[in-house]
Each structure stands twice: as C-alpha cells, then as structure tokens.
C-alpha cells in the first residue's frame, strides 16, 4: 500500500514538473522578444504608420421630436465640412428601425437636406437601417472612412530603469519607452497624415502682388510692404 502511495505521488511530481516547463517554455519566446536589441532612434522604435480610420457622429433620436437640435445641427455640419477635407470614402448612415423610426424619418430629411447644401453629393451617401437592441437609444449614426497617424502603443517597459547587474545598465542605450510619447502626440497633432509621407503639391502663386513687386522693382522703388504705425501701441519711446 505504501509502495503504491508513494507511485502516485511520483506520478503527480512528474506531472506539476512537465506542466511548469511547459509554461515556461511558453513564456520564454516573448521574454526573449521583449529582451533583444533594439535601434536607438526613437523614430526608429516607435514609427508612424499611416492607417484607415474612421469618423462617427451618432444623433440621438427622441420620440415625438421634429427635427435636429441647434447642437446637433452643428455637429452635422461640422461632419460634413471635416468630410470634404479628410474623407477617403463616401457616408455611410444608419437608421434605426423599428424604435422611434417615424422621428429618425424626420430627423434623416434634415440631415441629406445639410449634407447638400454643403456640397456633399447624393451619390456620396448611402443609407442602411438597423435595429436597436432592447433597452438601448435609438441613434442615427453617420460614419466615413478616413487617413490617421498612429504611434506605440506607449508605457511598455520591458527592462527596469534602476541598477542591475544587466550589462544593458552600464552602456549608453535609450530605455525602449523613450520618445513614444512625442511620436504619439506628433501623430495626434498633424493635420493631414499623408504630409508625413510626402509634401502636398504647390498652389497657384498669388499673381496681383507678384505684380506690384515687379513693376515697383523696375521703376527702382523698394519692393517691400509700407507698415505706418507699427510700433504705434508702445509704451516707451526707449531705442528710437
């Protein structure tokens, strides 16, 4: 009986033992990931990449109701002006069916009505319907596809900043989280991301002051601007 106790208990050893290495064995390959060199450009660690994104406005339908709000107005129009200038893809609306389908009616007149007299064409928009799950607001949604600059993700640390036997303490290496934060909030703050990827094309010269500076260089007069009163909300007469 004995014997036969202290079988199984091997057996269980045998087994905890084989469960840990493989566990192990699991977590090595992204121990080793985190681990292995990297560049010290910041820009090289945490690139932009350019990807499509998406811009949504969701309009929320009550009952018994005629029309947009003054607020929701606004951020139709806004929707429509930020599509001309960034959309990659037409308008994608959704109704809801069903719940408060008689004011989304409504309220989806108003909305082709301003998308048109903000240039944006009939074919450019299209209509889907929707039902809402139980309990949930009924809302239009307007949605369009877009260009976006993104970076990171951010606060990965894969090695800790305080002294360690790790020979990577005694050189002059960058940590891996330095500089994402500013790559993230670069991607965040350009306006249009392709110019990250290549210059916009030039525009027309504005060709009446290109004039003026002509015709005043040839007659031999000083082809810069006359500023009078410049300096006119000075408190001192200190310099002159």
Same mark, same amino acid.
């Given at each position: ?21 493989v ?22 660690r ?7 994104g998406?811009?949504t ?6 009952r018994n ?5 003054? +607020?929701?107005?606004? #951020?139709?129009? /806004?929707?429509?002006?930020?599509? =001309?200038h @960034?959309?990659?893809?037409?308008? &994608? ?6 719940a408060?389908?008689?004011a ?6 108003e ?9 944006v ?14 309990g ?21 640390w894969?090695?800790?900043l ?11 290496h ?12 670069? +991607?965040?703050?350009? #306006?249009?991301? /392709?110019?990250?990827?290549q210059? =916009?094309? @030039?525009?027309?010269?504005?060709? &009446?002051?290109?004039s ?19 300096d ?8 002159k």
């Amino acid at each position: 009986m004995a014997r036969s106790q202290q079988a199984a208990r091997k057996r269980v050893f045998t087994a905890l033992a084989l469960a840990g290495t493989v566990a192990l064995a699991g977590c090595y390959p992204q121990h080793e990931a985190a681990k292995a060199p990297y560049p010290n450009d910041y820009r090289e660690r945490h690139p932009i990449s350019i990807r499509e994104g998406e811009r949504t406005v969701e309009i929320f339908v009550g009952r018994n109701r005629g029309g947009l709000t003054p +607020a929701q107005r606004a #951020d139709v129009l /806004a929707f429509a002006q930020a599509w =001309r200038h @960034e959309a990659t893809g037409g308008i &994608a609306i959704e109704v809801p069916a069903g719940a408060n389908e008689m004011a989304a009616n409504d309220v989806l007149r108003e909305v082709h009505s301003m998308f048109a007299a903000s240039g944006v064409p009939q074919n450019g928009v299209r209509v889907s319907r929707y039902r809402p799950g139980p309990g949930s607001l009924a809302s239009i949604r307007l949605n369009y596809s877009r260009l976006t600059a993104q970076a990171g993700p951010c606060g990965l640390w894969p090695d800790d900043l305080g002294p360690a036997m790790d020979s990577k303490h005694q050189e002059n290496h960058p940590y891996w989280n330095l500089g994402c934060a500013n790559q993230r909030s670069l +991607a965040a703050m350009v #306006d249009n991301p /392709a110019d990250l990827v290549q210059p =916009r094309g @030039e525009t027309p010269v504005y060709s &009446a002051r290109r004039s003026v500076a002509i015709d005043k260089y040839r007659k031999g007069d000083n082809p810069g601007g006359t500023y009078n009163d410049y300096d006119k909300g000075k408190i001192s007469d200190l310099g002159k």
